[in-house]
T-cell receptor
Framework: NAGVTQTPKFQVLKTGQSMTLQCAQD?????MSWYRQDPGMGLRLIHY???????DQGEVPNGYNVSRSTTEDFPLRLLSAAPSQTSVYFC?????????????FGQGTRLTVV | GNSVTQMEGPVTLSEEAFLTINCTYT??????LFWYVQYPGEGLQLLLK?????DKGSNKGFEATYRKETTSFHLEKGSVQVSDSAVYFC??????????????FGRGTQLTVWP
């Protein structure tokens, strides 16, 4: 049972390049989300999804796109990378409707934009 | 709206010292509360949780009690070890609507334990 799998683990981009961070879960969780972690800022929500075909914005959505075509996958797209997007990105999944169940996290993607 | 306020770090302790990391929250309804731990270079792991008032979550010697009257969920450990050095995050999950689909995090507290 792999849980939540993120790829790649590390990535260096040049300003203006685009890329997709992959996230897959095998627990049949309805809820998936993307966070970014910056020093002293904790984890901030970028986008989240409550099911296939349904996505919504979090606190810091600008410069990122998401889509959810299947329950298992929730990719995060950077449209035109900027140095301000240098961060560690975490994907998480949670079970639907079960109050009190926790989120499961991937190992993270460390992104550097130069 | 929902939010979590967590004690600023870093916290530096000697081995076997007592640890408290304060966490307070703002939320409507009856949220669930969590402590996550992040070891260097790794993702977040659930440390403990509580789902209703007066519940006590515990794991690996860590404890936290859900106090609705003070809207708090402070993390404690009676005797820390070097291996407890990590970043600790307090988090909240709402009980309704879109707040069910995400977590609200505090800023994290870096704990360093010296031998």
């Amino acid at each position: 049972n792999a849980g939540v799998t993120q790829t790649p683990k590390f990535q260096v981009l040049k300003t203006g390049q685009s890329m997709t961070l992959q996230c897959a879960q095998d627990m049949n969780h309805e809820y998936m989300s993307w966070y970014r972690q910056d020093p002293g800022m904790g984890l901030r929500l970028i986008h989240y999804s409550v099911g296939a075909g349904i996505t919504d914005q979090g606190e810091v959505p600008n410069g990122y796109n998401v889509s959810r075509s299947t329950t298992e996958d929730f990719p995060l797209r950077l449209l035109s990378a900027a140095p301000s997007q240098t961060s560690v990105y975490f994907c998480a999944s949670m079970q639907q409707g079960a109050i009190g169940t926790e989120a499961f996290f991937g190992q993270g993607t460390r992104l550097t934009v130069v | 709206g929902n939010s979590v306020t967590q004690m600023e770090g870093p916290v530096t302790l000697s081995e076997e010292a007592f640890l408290t990391i304060n966490c307070t929250y703002t939320a409507t309804g009856y949220p669930s509360l969590f402590w996550y731990v992040q070891y260097p270079g790794e993702g977040l792991q659930l440390l403990l949780k509580a789902t209703k008032a007066d519940d006590k979550g515990s794991n690996k010697g860590f404890e936290a009690t859900y106090r609705k009257e003070t809207t708090s969920f402070h993390l404690e450990k009676g005797s820390v070890q070097v291996s407890d050095s990590a970043v600790y995050f307090c988090a909240l999950r709402g009980d309704r609507g879109s707040t069910l689909g995400r977590l609200y995090f505090g800023r994290g507290t870096q704990l360093t334990v010296w031998p």
